[in-house]
């Protein structure tokens, strides 16, 4: 078996011996309050995202099968991206769905 496999990797294939699961984020805001109007951030991991377009690029590169999981809670200050907009967060659901990304919305946190 061994040899076989070796031959198939000598040939210029590539042996996969099991898929890995795909990954998995938590999306969280972040609020700063240290510039002259308080800025709200999208954050997975350590990697901030000031705008909805660029947190799209970012799961646009991420591989079909994600999850993403998002548990804002329920207290608000007002004008959070996708949160105050029910046509910005079908939009995002959307696209999402687009590009494979399991979406998992907890509203109340």
Known sequence: M????AAIAAAGFSVETADEPPPAYDLKL???FDTPEPEILFVIGSTGFRTVETLKTFLA????????????GCIRIGKEPLLSSEYEME?????????G??????PSG
């Open 2 to 5: 061994s040899v076989i496999l």
């Open 30 to 32: 972040v609020y700063l």
């Open 61 to 72: 590169s991420l591989p079909p099968g994600t999850k993403l999981t998002w548990a804002p």
């Open 91 to 99: 939009d995002f659901k959307a696209f999402c769905l687009e590009h």
């Open 101 to 106: 990304i399991d979406f998992v919305l907890i």
